[in-house]
């Protein structure tokens, strides 16, 4: 199964060790699912972690964030997607998001993000909030 991870669910589970987003990545560890990224993505990540109003909240040190950057860079799968899309005006950033998931060929989306949400879905690609994909794990 391939997922592509909204950059919220990633910036929650290092907020949050104990909540939702941190679950789906400690699934991702122990190679549950492939998560897959793009370059834009990984920018945006990483643009966002030095938000203050992020920083001041994360429950983990600055080597630490580096660290888990670097493990994400490396293990997540990199697409490089070949087409722009246009499918959420009201904030074309979460176009990228979109992108990325087609590039990849990947079922899901998984997302805090309320404009991707409320696509709920984009073409075969399922887009689902953090507790919503766990309850899907957990299926048999």
């Known amino acids: 199964m391939i997922i592509v991870l ?9 907020l949050s ?21 793009s370059p834009a993505l ?14 001041k909240y994360l429950k983990t040190s600055p080597d630490e964030v580096a660290a ?7 293990v997540a799968t990199a697409v490089e997607p070949q087409l722009s899309l246009e499918v959420i005006k ?8 979109l992108e990325c998931a087609v590039a990849a060929g990947a079922s899901y989306i998984v997302t805090g993000d309320d ?13 689902l909030k953090p507790a919503e994909f766990l309850t899907l794990l957990d299926l048999p």
Do not use: C
Request: aromatic share 8%.
């Open 6 to 14: 909204d950059t919220n669910v990633i910036i929650s589970a290092l």
């Open 115 to 127: 404009h991707l949400l409320g696509i709920k879905q984009y073409k075969e690609i399922i887009i």
């Open 17 to 37: 060790p104990s909540g939702p987003p941190a679950e789906i990545i400690n699934h991702w560890e122990a190679d549950q699912f492939e998560v897959v990224s």
């Open 68 to 74: 888990f950057i670097t493990r994400f860079r490396t």
């Open 42 to 55: 990984l920018t945006e990540l990483e643009r966002a972690l030095q938000y203050p109003r992020v920083k």
């Open 90 to 97: 009201e904030d074309p950033a979460d176009n990228r998001v």
